[in-house]
């Protein structure tokens, strides 16, 4: 299916190499006023279904939200329960990145099969996301099962070893050849780390929830103290010793991706409550919400592809300075891919 195009690229050439990059966005970043007036559990009734894309993350982000504006402190059982419905949903995602997208990308055969089959457990333990009250206590089915799948699939079909044994592992070159070890092979080459600004899990969200609310464009064009930042996998897994020994950046970012996949069996059976925001599967997501008299007077959102896709952001700082030889064409894919935009982009080259 193909999706409508909502983030635009453009790359000049000059001299021999990209001197000029334009990233302009349509997305509806003030969708969320349609919220305002609109008691919050209705309001929040509607977020699957006007963002279909990680709607289980945009939904435990406004109930987040919601909970804070109303002063509510959400049981620690409630807090497992939404964290535990994002790390299944950043499975199903993830997973989506190996076996179809970044096999489509290389022309490479990708378990399609296998994916349909992990994705069909995961999806019907999805635990249900309801309203209610946040502060009550909630039974938490067991996680067990799925967990299990989920590690086995991983093994069979993605790594080749346990998750675990993955995990532990620093070096990829040491992994034994599978669908991960292939494809890094074919991405090594790609993309420079110059640039690289995380978004790290402990900024100050309360911070960039006041900008959010009191700062006309933020959501459109964040920023972490005047810079730009990447939020995502590679932006929570930088430290690893696997990702530090890649040079280049879309290998380092699959990577990461992976490494943050090989961890989700345990921290499902684990069971954290997660941070006060979102660490959705392409990054960083916020919800902020102002109540007046039961009804929303104001509803922002600050989701991850306006940080990876602002246009000083890390897509541009990638692209500045590639050569312009070769298939360039190809290569801007790559680096657009590697970012996992939630909707589709067009991508055009300008020679000068």
Not at 14 to 34: E, I
Request: glycine letters at 10%; one cysteine or more; a negative charge.
């Amino acid at each position: 299916m193909q999706v409508e195009a909502e983030i635009f690229v453009g790359v000049t050439t000059g001299n021999g190499v990209v001197d000029r990059v334009d990233v302009t966005s349509k997305r509806k970043v003030g969708a969320s006023s349609l919220f305002i007036g609109m008691e919050p559990e209705r309001a929040i009734s509607f977020i699957p279904m006007l963002y279909s894309v990680c709607a289980r993350a945009q939904t435990v982000a406004a109930m987040k939200a919601v909970s804070l504006a109303l002063g509510l402190d959400p049981s620690r059982s409630r807090k497992i329960l939404w964290q535990r419905s994002v790390l299944l949903e950043t499975a199903i995602e993830h997973l989506w990145k190996i076996h179809i997208d970044w096999a489509d990308y290389l022309g490479i055969f990708g378990d399609r099969a296998a994916f349909a089959m992990i994705r069909k457990e995961i999806s019907a333990s999805f635990p249900d996301l309801y309203w209610g009250n946040p502060e009550t206590v909630v039974n938490l089915p067991d996680i067990g099962g799925i967990a299990a799948k989920l590690r086995q699939h991983l093994r069979e079909h993605v790594f080749g070893v346990s998750p675990e044994e993955f995990l532990a592992m620093e070096d990829i070159g040491a992994l034994p050849d599978c669908p991960v070890s292939r494809l890094v092979y074919h991405l090594k080459e790609i993309g420079g780390r110059e640039g690289f600004h995380a978004l790290a899990e402990n900024a100050d969200f309360a911070s960039l929830r006041m900008r959010l609310d009191t700062e006309p464009g933020f959501a459109m064009r964040p920023d972490l103290h005047g810079a730009p930042c990447e939020t995502g996998p590679l932006a929570r897994m930088h430290s690893h010793p696997m990702v530090k020994c890649i040079a280049n950046i879309v290998p380092a970012r699959f990577v990461a991706r992976m490494l943050e996949l090989a961890g989700l069996p345990g921290r499902l059976e684990e069971g954290g409550a997660g941070p006060d925001h979102v660490e959705s599967a392409r990054g960083a997501l916020l919800h902020s919400v102002r109540i007046e008299d039961g009804r929303i007077s104001r509803y922002g959102i600050l989701a991850p592809t306006e940080w990876n896709f602002h246009p000083q952001g890390a897509l541009a700082r990638g692209l500045l300075g590639l050569d312009a030889g070769g298939d360039l064409g190809k290569i801007a894919e790559a680096l657009i891919l590697s970012l996992d935009p939630c909707t589709g982009f067009e991508l055009r080259i300008n020679n000068a």
